[in-house]
């Protein structure tokens, strides 16, 4: 069911755990194919992004459970090659899939990925890590062919510290003869978490979390059993949606020195924040005061996927605040539908000027992608009257039934359809 139906007004109270983030299971659950034993991977949301994924690794011939949490998966031969295209079409992180696939059966097949409508998502920097190392790859009518009977450790320099680039090539040179070295590699915390994956399974890799990451390929890799970071964007949306709406929340599991750039606004604002290393505590009794400017950069500046539902804050703050997106020029679709919910925005560019208004009106609205549709619900919690929410869909690929959630912090949120 696809519609969120929003009554708004209610402060926010009350504890949660948060649990492993969608981008560091995501590639760890592409890499356990990295192996014929079995992986286990616990603590894990029940969203689609991760059934999805999960669906693709059954039509590889894998073998996977999903019970409880933890996700138990072993991929024995024979394994097929290629990935469905309606599902990659499912999935932007299916291209993932493309550097263990080659590192395990030497060739792999993916349709060029989809995921969240935000603009276009080049994968130029996966294709061209992936030819240095050896692999040649084609692409006709939508699908990326490789071949990687030349496969070789490689030194890597990435024109953008792209994660999905630099996830894919750590995955495909874990198994690859030799040494590689990618440069200018990104440095997000799931990039670690995948690092410590690898070497769970038996894997050399260092350096994740700096600028240069150094593989060196083994012959073979294990089973193992891990548990993942827990998600820093699920934890800031919260954290985020408190400061809207007003009222007292505690996060645990939430490790906060992921979210630094978050918490340091946040406090800036009108919050009063308690971080300990495994409790946050937020605080919002009075409206706060916009932020002089919000500009998105790559880990460990502040993140994109935290930039829609910081734009609902800031629409409902004192005073003028400028966003800066940098990393994908169309994350400001939602600004159309804040507007219909009373908020002052203008867009030129990257750029948006933030106006805050004192309240917002509730409205029919849509959400277009994931942390936009996060975004709308914030908006809908803080707005007066009721707000209904299209395509909530978007929005179930991150957030395990984000109703709940919310609804267990004292709002007022139904499912309709
Ligand atoms: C990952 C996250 C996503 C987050 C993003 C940036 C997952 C599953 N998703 O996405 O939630 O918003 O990091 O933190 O982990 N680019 C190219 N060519 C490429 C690859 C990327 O030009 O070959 C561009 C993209 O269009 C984008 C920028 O680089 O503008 C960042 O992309 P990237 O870091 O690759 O993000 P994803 O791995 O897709």
Same mark, same amino acid.
């Given at each position: @069911?696809?519609?969120l ?30 192996t014929n ?10 969203i ?18 999903? &019970? ?5 998966i ?11 295209? &309606?599902l ?11 550097g263990?696939v ?23 920097i996966?294709?061209?890590g ?30 953008f ?8 090539? @750590? ?9 590689t /070295? ?12 995948l ?15 700096g600028?240069?990451i ?14 993942p970071?827990?998600?820093? *964007? ?25 979210i ?8 800036k ?42 734009m609902t ?10 966003i ?8 400001f ?16 560019? /990257?750029?948006? *000027? ?26 809908? @919690?803080?707005?007066e ?9 978007? *929005?179930? /690929? ?6 709940d ?8 949120i139904?499912?309709?359809?």
């Amino acid at each position: @069911m696809s519609k969120l139906l929003i009554k708004g007004g209610s402060s926010l109270r009350g504890e949660y755990r948060v649990k492993a983030a969608k981008n560091a299971v995501l590639p760890i659950i592409a890499a356990s194919l990295l192996t014929n034993e079995k992986c286990e991977i616990e603590n894990v949301p029940n969203i689609t992004d991760i059934n999805n994924m999960l669906k693709i690794m059954r039509s590889l011939g894998a073998n996977v459970s999903f &019970e409880e949490s933890v996700i138990e998966i072993e991929s024995k031969e024979p394994l097929r090659f290629s990935v469905p295209t &309606e599902l990659a079409k499912e999935l932007r992180s299916s291209v993932f899939l493309l550097g263990p696939v080659l590192a395990r059966i030497g060739k792999a097949a993916v349709a060029y990925p989809g995921g969240c409508d935000i603009g276009v998502r080049p994968l130029d920097i996966h294709i061209k890590g992936l030819q240095e190392m050896g692999i040649a790859v084609e692409e006709s009518h939508g699908v990326i062919y490789c071949d990687a009977t030349r496969l070789k450790g490689a030194d890597i320099m990435l024109d953008f510290p792209s994660v999905g680039a630099t996830e894919n090539l @750590m995955m495909v040179a874990s198994l690859a003869k030799g040494r590689t /070295r990618i440069r200018n590699a990104a440095k997000e915390p799931e990039i670690t978490d995948l690092q410590n994956f690898i070497n769970a399974m038996g894997g050399k890799v260092s350096g994740a979390g700096g600028s240069t990451i150094v593989i060196d390929g083994v012959k073979e890799l294990h089973g193992c059993h891990y548990r993942p970071i827990p998600d820093r *964007i699920v934890a800031g949306t919260l954290l985020i949606a408190a400061a809207t709406c007003g009222g007292k929340i505690s996060l645990f599991d939430s490790q906060p020195e992921h979210i630094e750039p978050l918490l340091f606004k946040l406090s800036k604002s009108s919050c009063v924040l308690d971080v300990r290393s495994d409790k946050i505590t937020l605080i919002a009794e009075r409206r706060g005061r916009n932020f002089d400017k919000l500009e998105t950069q790559p880990y460990p500046g502040f993140p994109t996927d935290l930039q829609s539902p910081m734009m609902t804050l800031m629409a409902v703050s004192e005073g003028t605040g400028v966003i800066v997106e940098n990393i994908f020029e169309t994350r400001f679709r939602i600004v159309r539908e804040l507007i219909k919910m009373g908020a002052r925005i203008t867009v030129k560019d /990257r750029t948006a *000027i933030v106006r805050g208004v004192k309240d917002l009106e509730g409205a029919a609205v849509s959400a277009g992608d994931l942390r936009g549709g996060a975004a709308l619900v914030i908006a809908g @919690m803080k707005a007066e009257g009721y707000t209904t929410i299209e395509n909530a869909r978007h *929005i179930d /690929r991150g957030y395990e039934r984000i109703e709940d959630i919310m609804n267990d912090f004292g709002a007022d949120i139904k499912r309709l359809q």
